[in-house]
Structures are given as C-alpha cells and as structure tokens.
C-alpha cells in the first residue's frame, strides 16, 4: 500500500489549479502534470481523510481505458514520465503511480454523460417527469433498470456545487450543432465498447462521464479522466437487481454511509471512520483488479 498523499507539494513547477481530486502543475506552455491525490469527494464536498491507494488505481484504470479505446478517439496523454518531470526524491514519491503528463487543450464546458441503467440523478428526473435531460423514456421503469438503448445526457461542470442537467439542446447552443454532435456519438461509441468489455469480467457500467478538449486547429481529444470509479457507477453483475440501488465499487458506498449521518451536506465533512476508509479503498482495488487484471504493487 502506498503512503495516502491528501496533497501534492511540487515546489519545481507553478500550479495552476486544484480540482476535488487532482493537483494540476504547468509544464511550459503546452503541457500539464495532473497528479492524482487519495481525495475523496462526496455531495461536492471533500472528505477529510485521504482514501489509501485511490489516486493510484484512478490512474492505472484511466490509462488502461485510454489506451484500450484509443482506436476510437484520441486522448490527451503525452507518454513522458511523470519522475522525468520534477526535482528530487520527495517530489519523484509523490508523482510515482499517480500522476500523467498531458497535452494542454482547450476543455469543453460540459461533461459528455452515457447513461445505460436508471439510477442517481436521472432516476429521480425520470420520476418527476418520465423524461432525463429531455429524453422521454418508456413509462413503468423501475430503479437500475436497463434503459432499451443507452442516452447521452450532458451536464454542466460547476466550479463549486452541483452540476446541472441539461439537453442537447442546451448543449448544442454552448459548443455549436456540429461539436456537439460529434461529443454526443463519441461518447456513445465510447461507452458500448466500455460497456461490452467489462461486462464479460461481471462489472456493469451502470453510467460515466467524459470530458472532452479541443487543440489549435479544432481536434476533438478525450481528457481528464476515463471510466475510473470516481467517473462511473461500476456494479458487480452478481449482486444486481432491478428496484433497488445496487452496491457498487465507487464511492456510492462512502455516499451511502454519510447518509445515515445528520450532516447537511456542506463543508467541513463529518470524520470517515477508519473501517469505511480502509472498505472504499479496497472497493477501489477490486474494480481495478477485475476490469484490467492488475493490482496496485
């Protein structure tokens, strides 16, 4: 197990940002240094006590997808070693098994969702108004339900609070028609392949997010991070049923135990317990494990 790291502190490169997540150095004009933390985020809020092991297995499982869908789209890694980048031994720890180099693009203002099963935030729309995000659905649907074909319902990304659902439409207005339509069939190509692979391995994806950049000339590219269980509901096949909130290996389970708490959803978060912590991280590790055959050293 490696040393929890809550914060990066590479003194060698200016940071530019720091997401729930991820710590973003520059590097020259075009390039980045993303280093995935242990962070957790739970309701928009961040925990205080790192999650062991998280910010590695993100990192494994965003980069084996990258390149495993790269025949589909191309994504923003760079191939440069994350140790080659920074100065001395302290900084080289921090980086090592949790960090990329990528190209610096110019990111989409929305996040392109896939949804292939009823839960979350889209079953509660659909029981409002038998639609999400403007899609009408088939009426009668229960919870985790199959949806019949798998819908493209983006989002807005919010600097602070909640993200927003919105129509393609919407979306469309935003990026422009041809964008937007490209993001839409890329995101559904992306998602059946995914879908389709970690389903012979008893995982379903229930539902993800991509994030998308543009370059100079206009190239569409696949950035951030790629169906890692912080970015999609991952359910072992064994266990679901329709009608209920199947478990999961994402931090549905971290979620689920802040809700027995009386807390109001705002920062500071509540103090995890130590038998939670060490049962997400090893949630983390199993996903990793049964999608991609490796495991953290």
Sequence with gaps: MSVPLLESNLRSLPRIG???????????????LIVTTDRLSAFDVVMSEPIPD??????????????????????????VDPESVVKGEDE???????????????????????????????????????????????KGLQQAQKLPEPIFTPATKAVEGHDENISFEQMAKMIGAELASRVRELSLR??????????????????????????AQGGLTLIDEVLTADSSRFWPAAEYRVGISPPSFDKQFVRDYLETLTWDKKAPAPKLHADVIAKTSAKYREAMQRLTGREIA
């Design 92 to 138: 080289r720890a921090q980086v090592r098994g949790r960090s990329i180099v990528v190209k610096k693009l110019n990111p989409l203002p929305i996040e392109a969702v896939v949804r292939g099963y009823i839960i979350g935030s889209g079953w509660k729309d659909y029981q409002k108004t038998g639609a999400i995000c403007g899609i009408q659905l088939p």
């Design 190 to 215: 992306l998602y059946k392949e995914a879908a389709g692979f970690a389903a012979a391995r008893g995982i379903i994806i229930a539902d993800t997010k991509f994030e998308f950049g543009t370059d």
């Design 54 to 79: 998280k910010g590695q297995v993100l990192t494994e499982m965003a980069n084996f997808w990258f390149a495993r869908l790269a025949h589909i789209v191309s994504n923003h890694l760079t191939g």
């Design 18 to 32: 720091r997401g729930k997540v991820r710590d973003i150095y520059a590097l020259g004009n075009d390039r980045m």
